[in-house]
């Protein structure tokens, strides 16, 4: 994204997050307001008050989904493992079929059983050459050893994907 961009995305957030706060001071239980307030400060980098917003959200109705969501989402990206998990549960249980919430779950269940998640990719490879399920496969090889296939996977992503920022970064970090 080039600069213009960036700047056209975050002032969106911006005046969405002026919004939201006006909502939620006119009407402190209006849960949606809530949580966009949390999801437009966590894109504008204040991760502690998107915390709070999501935390509200969550107190006003303890069914939110989305709320949970964002609170999991922040605590995997500050590393806390334990607040991840609570709440990626606890999303399970609310919005168990949100994509991102299945693709948490799926790889909780592929780090706990790393030989099936390989097969299981493998043979999803063999059907359909998708990228982000090469990309994890390529994940689950290095963290299994196979030095040889996690060399094929890389070498695949890059010529699938030649111009993408983050499939470029993980073979640099690979290859370090």
Not at 33 to 39: D, K, N
Not at 93 to 105: F, T
Request: with cysteine.
């Amino acid at each position: 994204m080039n600069a213009m961009k960036v700047k056209v995305h975050l002032s969106s957030h911006v005046r969405a997050y002026t919004s939201g706060q006006a909502v939620v001071e006119a009407q402190p239980t209006h849960v949606a307001s809530w949580v966009m307030l949390g999801q437009c400060l966590q894109v504008l980098g204040r991760k502690d008050e998107a915390r709070e917003a999501f935390v509200k959200a969550s107190e006003v109705n303890p069914n939110e989904g989305a709320a949970h969501q964002g609170l999991a989402l922040l605590a995997q990206l500050s590393g806390d493992a334990e607040t991840f998990q609570h709440e990626l549960a606890t999303c399970e249980k609310l919005i168990p079929d949100d994509p991102w919430v299945r693709e948490q779950v799926l790889m909780r269940k592929e780090a706990a059983n790393p030989q099936e998640a390989v097969a299981r990719r493998e043979k999803q490879l063999a059907e359909k050459e998708e990228p982000a399920n090469l990309q994890r496969l390529a994940e689950l090889y290095e963290n299994a050893g196979n030095k040889e296939k996690a060399d094929q996977a890389h070498v695949r992503l890059l010529q699938l994907l030649p111009n993408d920022s983050r499939v470029a970064l993980a073979a640099a970090t690979y290859y370090r």
